[in-house]
């Protein structure tokens, strides 16, 4: 059992794949009420699924015979494929795809107990009741038939992960921008409380040892430099006003796909952006 050719695995994950995203998706809509594509691509495919199925049972393959190992091994290799695959994401595109934060017993928000616990029944069902019936169909289907879907598929996979690709990274590029504008939002904000509190200590003095001169070309020089400080945060409140459109057009389809998705950079008002979002939605 599982002795199979490379067209045959790669079979086996594209099946996964399509299946996962079926189950997911069907789930999510109907818990949602609303029709959902789910996962990081367009098209009815998760290859999380697909990966983890292949892995599962490439890991099981010495242990089929007993099936607390079967459990074990699944458990263990599906919960390490889901660490890596969300730390990954994460750090290559700034973003969460899925959230395990408020559970009990997680890690990072990447894995947690129950979902650990989870995949090991998977494992067992897959192991025991659902590979041999995909086995069978796999194997009934001309040999040109599948090498034709494949190839087909393979092609349209790749074409829907270059675009995803480079719509994430342009989303990634965004976040960048964006931290870097909030850090400067908070510099010009600092300056200006420091200006302000120099100047009230300033006055002080002044009034103390009656320098009115003094205090009135401190005035107009603060006045001054608050002017500027005002205009500057002006400027940069408006390019983050439009970070934020062209953040919320990116993430539209990310959002729509992944419920627990969230930006995993520092900004500001993120619940606010994130209803904004769900209202860009909605139109």
């Excluded at 973003?95 to 395990?100: K, P, S, T």
């Excluded at 390019?239 to 062209?246: A, S």
């Excluded at 539209?252 to 619940?271: S, W």
Aim: proline share 2%; aromatic share 14%.
């Amino acid at each position: 059992m599982y002795s199979y050719h490379f067209r045959e695995w790669l079979s086996f994950f594209y099946f996964y794949c399509i299946f996962g995203w079926c189950f997911e998706s069907t789930y999510v809509s109907v818990k949602d009420r609303h029709l959902t594509n789910r996962g990081f691509l367009r098209g009815p495919w998760l290859p999380l699924y697909g990966s983890g199925a292949i892995l599962v049972l490439w890991l099981t393959l010495p242990f089929q015979e007993t099936p607390a190992l079967v459990y074990v091994v699944g458990a263990i290799g599906a919960t390490v494929l889901e660490y890596v695959t969300g730390e990954a994401m994460v750090r290559l595109f700034k973003v969460r795809y899925w959230d395990y934060s408020s559970q009990k017993f997680q890690y990072r928000g990447h894995i947690c107990l129950s979902s650990t616990i989870a995949w090991g029944f998977l494992s067992l069902l897959m192991v025991y009741a659902v590979h041999k019936p995909v086995e069978q169909f796999i194997f009934w289907m001309h040999e040109e038939v599948v090498s034709v879907l494949t190839f087909g598929i393979t092609v349209c996979i790749v074409y829907d992960f270059s675009n995803a690709f480079r719509k994430a990274m342009d989303l990634r590029e965004l976040l960048i921008q964006a931290e870097l504008l909030c850090g400067e939002l908070e510099k010009r904000a600092a300056e200006k409380r420091r200006l302000l509190e120099a100047t009230v200590t300033f006055a002080k003095a002044a009034v103390e040892e009656r320098l009115e001169e003094q205090k009135e070309r401190a005035e107009q020089s603060k006045e001054q430099i608050l002017q500027k400080l005002e205009e500057e945060i002006s400027q940069l409140q408006e390019r983050q006003e439009q970070l934020r459109e062209k953040m919320i057009r990116k993430a539209d389809r990310l959002l729509a796909g992944n419920p627990g998705f969230r930006f995993m950079a520092d900004l500001p008002d993120a619940a606010e952006l994130r209803e904004r979002m769900n209202r860009f939605r909605r139109r």
